[in-house]
């Protein structure tokens, strides 16, 4: 992981204009359970999709990459008001260009979370790179932030978490929540 300071990563973290996910080991905690009639089954974590909302109320886009295909990914996409999914994407660097693109964004307004290899192509453009606790090994070398929670295990939600305390939104959140 890099050494940079709270400080450093706050002022990264408030630039922040879309926020793209892996899915499998980030938004999952990587298992995949198939039954003997082709149905796929994932398991995510409740509070990454209240953190997806939040951001997504907050104007921050959020976009997932995959390189799986898989029904259940665009159920969950749809739940969350998440429009940007890419699966079945085994040059994600591609999907990232065309999300910047589409958005008119700089490499440092975009941050990704990823796990694993595949992910460190987009890692090494987006200007905050994230991997979760559990990511392989190879990963943490092209990172700006590392997660304390696994994938799959509330680690989206701290990211989510990051980007609106880093951008100033925090205070308004927890007041719409704490109306009578």
């Known amino acids: 992981m890099a050494n940079i300071s709270d400080k450093d990563l706050t002022n990264i973290a408030r630039k922040i204009k879309l926020l793209i996910l892996d899915v499998d080991g980030v938004l999952t905690d990587g ?14 974590h409740v509070r990454d999709g209240h953190g997806i909302k939040m951001l997504l109320k907050q104007g921050i886009v959020v976009a997932l990459i995959t390189g799986r295909q898989s029904k259940v990914v665009e159920r969950r996409a749809r739940e969350l008001g998440i429009t940007d999914v890419f699966q079945k994407c085994f040059k994600k660097s591609i999907a990232y260009g065309r999300l910047a693109e589409k958005y008119s964004l700089t ?4 941050a990704y979370a990823g796990d694993d290899i595949v992910d460190i192509s987009v890692l090494k453009k987006c200007g905050l790179p994230i991997a979760v606790a559990d990511a392989d090994e190879s990963v943490k070398p ?17 990211v989510c978490d990051f980007i609106l305390k880093a951008k100033g939104m925090w205070g308004k959140i927890i007041d719409e929540y704490t109306e009578n």
């Open 142 to 158: 092209f990172v700006k932030l590392i997660t304390e929670k696994k994938g799959g295990r509330g680690a989206v939600r701290e």
């Open 31 to 44: 298992g995949i359970i198939l039954d003997g009639r082709g149905n796929e089954f994932k398991s995510f």
């Open 107 to 110: 490499d440092e307004e975009i």
